[in-house]
């Protein structure tokens, strides 16, 4: 499984985190990263743990004001960025032009989306990854997984009828290894969460919590 830990703004320590992630990751199976702010990518990714971005914009190098350029996430150590978060959308389009710049900086995509549908038009683009999440339960820590079992169960249907190789990932509400368990009983091949680890007390026994049973 596939555990995506974003930080999103949430006042936590980015590097603190990220040394708790590197460390559990070093004790299981599964594969865990992690998406700080994009002014903390090169710290976060200093630290040897996996880093992605939060989001990159449809751009190229040039007239760009206050974008997210594919490259400068790539050059500041992310090897993997989120697009279209339920909390910083886009439109089609430009979602399509968010895959096509981060294929060009070698930054592996997970395409966000509200629903099966979504998901399936996301999985169109040709990302590496998408993540149904939603929107209802995010932050809720009332997971997915168990409120809304069908959503992912037909966001993996959603998919695979359109490109099978594009994996998914569930998210909303995921804070405990039960919770990741069940994801993939679903067919997930991974969860995207946030405040379960970000605004834990303790994220490292939050982490070794969430990848105990895999
Ligand atoms: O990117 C993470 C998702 O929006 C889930 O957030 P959450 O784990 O706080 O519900």
């Known amino acids: ?26 004790t299981t199976d599964a594969r865990l990263a992690v998406a700080p702010q994009a002014a903390h990518i090169e710290r976060v990714a200093e630290t040897g ?13 040039g007239s760009n004001t206050g974008h997210a350029l594919a490259e400068s996430a790539a050059d500041a150590g992310a090897v993997g960025t989120l697009i279209n978060h339920s909390e910083r959308r886009l439109k089609l389009a430009a979602i399509d032009g968010a895959v096509r710049a981060a294929e060009r900086a070698d930054l592996e995509t997970v395409v966000c989306a509200n629903n099966p549908a979504q998901i399936g038009a996301a999985a169109a683009l040709g990302p590496d990854a998408v993540a149904v999440e939603p929107p209802e339960l995010i932050g809720t820590g ?17 998919a695979a009828n359109v490109d099978p190789a594009v994996s998914v990932l569930c998210g909303a509400g995921i804070s405990t290894g039960d919770d990741v368990v069940a994801a993939g009983d679903l067919g997930a091949e991974g969860v ?10 303790d994220p490292e026994a939050a982490l070794e919590d969430l990848v105990e049973p895999l």
């Open 192 to 201: 995207l969460l946030a405040s379960g680890v970000a605004k834990a007390d």
């Open 1 to 26: 499984m596939f555990v995506l830990v974003n930080l999103k703004t949430y006042p936590c320590d980015p590097v603190a985190v990220a040394e708790a992630v590197r460390d559990v990751d070093e």
């Open 49 to 61: 743990v996996e880093t992605w971005a939060q989001h990159v914009d449809p751009i190229d190098h």
């Open 142 to 158: 009332t997971p997915v997984s168990q409120a809304d079992p069908d959503v992912v169960e037909d966001a993996v249907e959603a």
